[in-house]
T-cell receptor, first 117, second 106 residues
Framework: DTGVSQNPRHKITKRGQNVTFRCDPI?????LYWYRQTLGQGPEFLTY????????KSRLLSDRFSAERPKGSFSTLEIQRTEQGDSAMYLC???????????????FGPGTRLTVL | KNEVEQSPQNLTAQEGEFITINCSYS?????LHWLQQHPGGGIVSLFM???GKKKHGRLIATINIQEKHSSLHITASHPRDSAVYIC????????FGAGTRLTVKP
């Protein structure tokens, strides 16, 4: 399967614990995006990378959230000192990108559902 | 007011009916996307368009850039079309509507 993969698919944790999610994009895609989706709402943008560079972060991304893409391939999203309000589906997507411009379709992973007790 | 507004929020139809979902946006965009999300969370891209109209099978998407409005039409709807349909607009990031939950009854 050459699609976007995310691990784990589900994570249940206690308030105050740290969690880390992983996203493996489609291999030739140099852009990678993280989104958060709460029940009944559309996804919300969190951050995105172009290769290993983190180009934009939403104000939704508090200091407890950090994302990395160290080698420009897979990415991790870490949440420190989780709160009940962090419970959501965390979605990853990837797309190609060209300096010549243009808009590209994003391909989404299956998501990681986080439940903070 | 959200930057991307969809209507209706919920839609129930009988199999075979023609369905329209609307999307209005208030920001400048490079493209508009229609996405489908099934229970369990997986999102599939249906259309990406920046002008005019696109058709894929029973699905048709249109966009009016001047009016900042797009519509997704489903002809001859089927129960397997039941899903949440999300409108999103893209620049460097992507901004999403809240989704329209479609239920097609046999």
């Amino acid at each position: 399967d050459t699609g976007v993969s995310q691990n784990p698919r589900h994570k249940i944790t206690k308030r105050g614990q740290n969690v880390t999610f992983r996203c493996d994009p489609i291999s030739e895609h140099n852009r990678l995006y993280w989104y958060r989706q709460t029940l009944g709402q559309g996804p919300e943008f969190l951050t995105y990378f172009q290769n290993e560079a983190q180009l934009e972060k939403s104000r939704l991304l508090s200091d407890r959230f950090s994302a990395e893409r160290p080698k420009g391939s897979f990415s991790t999203l870490e949440i420190q000192r989780t709160e009940q309000g962090d419970s959501a589906m965390y979605l990853c997507a990837s797309s190609p990108y060209s300096r010549a411009g243009g808009t590209y379709e994003q391909f989404f992973g299956p998501g990681t559902r986080l439940t903070v007790l | 007011k959200n930057e991307v507004e969809q209507s209706p929020q919920n839609l129930t139809a009988q199999e075979g009916e023609f369905i329209t979902i609307n999307c209005s946006y208030s920001v400048g965009i490079s493209a508009l996307h229609w996405l489908q999300q099934h229970p369990g969370g997986g999102i599939v891209s249906l259309f990406m368009l920046s002008s005019g109209k696109k058709k894929h099978g029973r699905l048709i998407a249109t966009i009016n850039i001047q009016e900042k409005h797009s519509s997704l039409h489903i002809t001859a709807s089927h129960p397997r079309d039941s899903a949440v349909y999300i409108c999103a607009v893209s620049g460097d990031d992507m901004r999403f509507g809240a989704g329209t939950r479609l239920t097609v009854k046999p």
